[in-house]
């Protein structure tokens, strides 16, 4: 079993690529470290994360990035025990999805075409990783 929690956010400031790519060398480094696993999808001043592994790791290491200046107002779309990790193999998978290139996943428009797409999956765990698993890696 592992413990998965997705969270959505708003950045405080608009993040350009250097800042992401700092932001991500550091979590990929601490993620590692932590056992942990996960995806961060980032859109126009919009974050969602998954994070997965084992769960008092996950929720402390949600304690601190919920602190994080970087962003605000985040909200918890879901959290518990699964039988298996959508990332096993990523210790953050990143897709900026302001790209033109990622917009044109699969699936992607007709899940993620509406501006308030975060709030969206409030009441929908299933959507959410629905469209979360758009970013598996092929097997
Ligand atoms: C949207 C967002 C996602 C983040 N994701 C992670 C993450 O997956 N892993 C991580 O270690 N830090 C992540 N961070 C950074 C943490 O908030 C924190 O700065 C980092 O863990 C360093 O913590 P430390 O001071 O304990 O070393 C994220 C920050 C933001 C704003």
Redesign the pocket.
């Known amino acids: 079993m592992v413990y998965r929690m997705v969270y959505v956010?708003a950045a405080t400031a608009p993040l350009d690529a250097d800042a992401l790519l700092a932001?991500l060398t550091?979590?990929r480094e601490?993620?590692q470290r932590l056992g942990?696993s996960?995806l961060?999808l980032y859109r126009d001043g919009d974050?969602i994360?998954l994070?997965e592994g084992e769960r008092e790791a996950v929720r402390g290491?949600f304690h601190?990035?919920e602190r994080?200046p970087?962003?605000t107002r985040t909200l918890v779309l879901l959290e518990g025990e699964a039988e298996q990790r959508l990332f096993p193999d990523w210790s953050?998978g990143f897709r900026n999805l302001s790209d033109p290139a990622v917009r044109a996943t699969p699936g992607f428009s007709h899940l993620m075409n509406t501006p308030s797409w975060p709030t969206a999956f409030q009441h929908d765990p299933d959507g959410c990783l629905a469209l979360l698993a758009l970013f598996q890696p092929p097997v």
Do not use: C, E, V
């Open positions: 956010s932001l550091r979590a601490k993620n942990i996960g961060l974050f994360q994070l290491l601190t990035i994080d970087r962003h953050m």
